[in-house]
């Protein structure tokens, strides 16, 4: 009798301590996903950052840092909404897949049989390519008269022809290349298919059905004080980032989200409340090419691994915004990490995984340090360096050397002299420019990048 009260103390003793032991590195967790992003916007220089990170039913983290508008002095929070850029794409995915199970698409039907009118140069691409970025239809962000006419409101159509009078980039299904155009033609193929507008047919198909209440097609130009303002920082200075016309994403990257919503899109994608589980393998299985070899693609989502365990996700990037969300299968973990900056938060995002998953985070690199150079010497780098496929060009800035590739859509950056005219850069460590100085003249330059042997490249008239 004397051991039934010891008995069950020490029952409630064994029960108790998991708990308090859970809590405990719980509280590990948040402080270090913390300390991750508050060292991430430091080195970014990004104004706000909302981070969601549910692990089964518990949230650990669901929170914002910083300011979602700078001008407004407003609060970034897990209810701020940002432009989520390219996430859209599996949205448009799961739009197809749906309509493939109620058989109103086949997924090896030529694009042809729905849009007519859009020229494939004699050569058969379906639906599944597009899905897959296997189209070889050219990419029309690539193109650089795409980028002075951002500001104008453009039909899908008017997106695609862009590309009508290139040729395609490879024969379909022998290569990968992402591709903004095919995903634009799949919005069109939904509005084609289905007799509504894209954004009313998510709006009909998920978000209402999902309770995704702040889930939408992107206004233009929102004044709804729970939006995000996008900036543009790698240039070294935290400024409103250049116009884009919400209509020219359109289907491959105009939605606008918050980390709450998505988490619950991405519960719902896993449970089989938006597609069935045949559609949901092949959006989340890597892709295979005609010969047979493996791309690192599914249907709007990336398959891949961290710490040896399953990993799928995204990343999304659009004037002012970028964002990476990922879920662990095997833990039933997600981690979604929206930014109103272009620094890119892929690194960030998967560093709060490893926090989680108790593995060792890979440390943010400090910035580089600039070895001193004359002034004299400096402005004279001044100049458009021509690589062969890169064409780069050097300004000088309040001082600063700036360089920025030829293209759409592609940012200015600083570069920082490590001596005897090689220059690095925090935007992307791999890479480097040395400038070849002859007899005070600064006529060309090497370049080299994740590791290649140094490209020459001469200084344009």
């Excluded at 981070?51 to 039913?57: E, H, P, Q, S």
């Excluded at 998920?206 to 209440?213: D, E, R, S």
């Excluded at 062969?388 to 859509?409: A, F, K, N």
């Excluded at 570069?415 to 005219?421: A, D, I, K, P, Y």
Aim: some cysteine.
């Amino acid at each position: 009798m004397r051991f039934a009260p010891l008995s069950l103390g020490l029952a409630l003793f064994v029960v108790a301590s998991p708990t308090r032991a859970q809590e405990s590195n719980d509280a590990v967790i948040i402080a270090r996903v913390d300390s991750l992003t508050k060292d991430y916007m430091a080195l970014k220089k990004a104004p706000a950052v909302s981070i969601a990170v549910v692990r089964g039913k518990d949230t650990l983290v669901m929170k914002g840092y910083g300011l979602a508008s700078r001008e407004a002095n407003r609060a970034a929070t897990a209810s701020t909404v940002y432009r989520i850029g390219s996430i859209t794409k599996q949205f448009t995915a799961a739009g197809i897949m749906r309509e493939v199970e109620q058989g109103k698409i086949m997924l090896d039907d030529p694009i042809t049989k729905y849009l007519p009118d859009i020229p494939t140069h004699g050569r058969r691409v379906t639906v599944y390519n597009l899905l897959s970025h296997t189209s070889g239809v050219h990419n029309y962000t690539d193109k650089p008269e795409w980028v002075k006419r951002w500001g104008e409101e453009m039909t899908p159509r008017q997106i695609v022809a862009f590309v009508d009078r290139d040729t395609l980039d490879f024969a379909p299904g022998t290569k990968y290349s992402y591709s903004n155009t095919g995903y634009v033609l799949l919005g069109m193929i939904l509005e084609k298919v289905t007799g509504q507008p894209y954004a009313a047919y998510l709006q009909k198909q998920f978000f209402a059905p999902l309770g995704l209440t702040q889930t939408s097609y992107c206004a233009d130009r929102s004044k709804d004080p729970q939006f995000a303002e996008g900036y543009a920082a790698t240039s070294g200075t935290v400024k409103p980032a250049e116009y884009l016309n919400i209509t020219q994403p359109f289907s491959a990257g105009a939605l606008c989200s918050t980390v709450r919503d998505l988490v619950k899109w991405h519960r719902a994608l896993v449970d089989g409340r938006v597609v069935g589980a045949r559609s949901y393998s092949l959006m989340t299985a890597a892709d295979t090419l005609n010969n047979g070899s493996k791309i690192n693609y599914g249907f709007g989502l990336v398959p891949g691994q961290l710490g040896g365990k399953r990993m799928i996700g995204h990343s999304g990037g659009i004037n002012g915004f970028t964002t990476y969300g990922l879920y662990m299968p095997d833990e039933n973990l997600n981690v979604i990490v929206l930014t109103n900056s272009d620094g890119g938060p892929g690194p960030l995002a998967l560093n709060v995984t490893r926090a989680v998953l108790g593995i060792p985070v890979v440390p943010m690199p400090k910035p580089l340090v600039a070895v001193a150079l004359a002034d004299s010497l400096r402005d004279r780098l001044a100049g458009v360096y021509d690589f062969g496929e890169l064409v780069l060009h050097i300004t000088v800035e309040d001082g600063r050397v700036m360089g920025q590739p030829d293209g759409p859509g592609q940012p200015k950056f600083p570069l920082v002299h490590l001596g005897s005219l090689r220059f690095g850069t925090d935007l992307d460590r791999s890479m480097f420019i040395t400038f070849i100085n002859e007899n005070g003249k600064i006529s060309r330059a090497q370049f080299t990048q994740r590791g290649s042997p140094p490209v020459q490249g001469t200084r344009k008239p």
